[in-house]
T-cell receptor, first 114, second 112 residues
Framework: AQTVTQSQPEMSVQEAETVTLSCTYD???????LFWYKQPPSRQMILVIR??????QNATENRFSVNFQKAAKSFSLKISDSQLGDAAMYFC???????????FGKGTKLSVKP | SQTIHQWPATLVQPVGSPLSLECTVE??????LYWYRQAAGRGLQLLFY??????ISSEVPQNLSASRPQDRQFILSSKKLLLSDSGFYLC???????????FGAGSRLTVL
């Protein structure tokens, strides 16, 4: 069965600095998708970034980028120029071809210090 | 554009009482629909998902059930709530296939 592991329950970053959140996953599939979702205090889940496994190029969305290492089954999220509004829970998620749903990690709580 | 509505936002229920959480999606047809539960300090646990009317897949055995009476309506129910049912429930939809899930605003359930 596929699993998603986020080994950092909590992280902290200074405003304007860069932080990297870790995510590893386990799968035997070759075609799949990976996502990072953000859940601010409002608890609304918001998509941050998406990566298709068949693409070698790392996805980027403004200040958010990923480091996708397919062989290592690693999918980390880098947040550059951190802002106070980035403070939230961040969830890594996996979608494979054999199931019809997302599998989530347990999340990393990110604090941003002014 | 597509929107997803979920209600009620907050619910306090006694143990043994019934439950009904409703979720509707607008602006799309034949969506995949999902119910997730998020317990305090934990990640998201998939409860049910549906790829079409009347098609429900259950991921976790429990006293909850789900129904999809219409294409864009997904209901989470229980006949008798347990204390352990307390949590934050999220409905989500996606297009068929490996697409982005869009979540509702969530329903906070407290069972006393």
């Amino acid at each position: 069965a596929q699993t998603v592991t986020q080994s950092q329950p909590e992280m902290s970053v200074q405003e304007a600095e860069t932080v990297t959140l870790s995510c590893t996953y386990d799968t035997s599939e070759s075609d799949y998708y990976l996502f990072w979702y953000k859940q601010p205090p409002s608890r609304q889940m918001i998509l941050v970034i998406r990566q298709e496994a068949y693409k070698q190029q790392n996805a980027t969305e403004n200040r958010f980028s990923v480091n996708f290492q397919k062989a290592a089954k690693s999918f980390s999220l880098k947040i550059s120029d951190s802002q106070l509004g980035d403070a939230a829970m961040y969830f890594c998620a996996y979608y494979g071809g054999s199931q019809g749903n997302l599998i989530f990690g347990k999340g990393t709580k990110l604090s941003v210090k002014p | 554009s597509q929107t997803i509505h979920q209600w009620p936002a907050t619910l306090v229920q006694p143990v043994g009482s019934p439950l009904s959480l409703e979720c509707t999606v607008e602006g799309t047809s034949n969506p995949n629909l999902y119910w997730y539960r998020q317990a305090a300090g934990r990640g998201l646990q998939l409860l049910f998902y549906s790829v079409g009317i009347g098609q429900i897949s259950s991921e976790v055995p429990q006293n909850l059930s789900a129904s999809r009476p219409q294409d864009r309506q997904f209901i989470l129910s229980s006949k008798k709530l347990l204390l352990s049912d307390s949590g934050f429930y999220l409905c989500a939809w996606s297009r068929q296939g490996p697409n982005v899930l869009t979540f509702g605003a969530g329903s906070r359930l407290t069972v006393l």
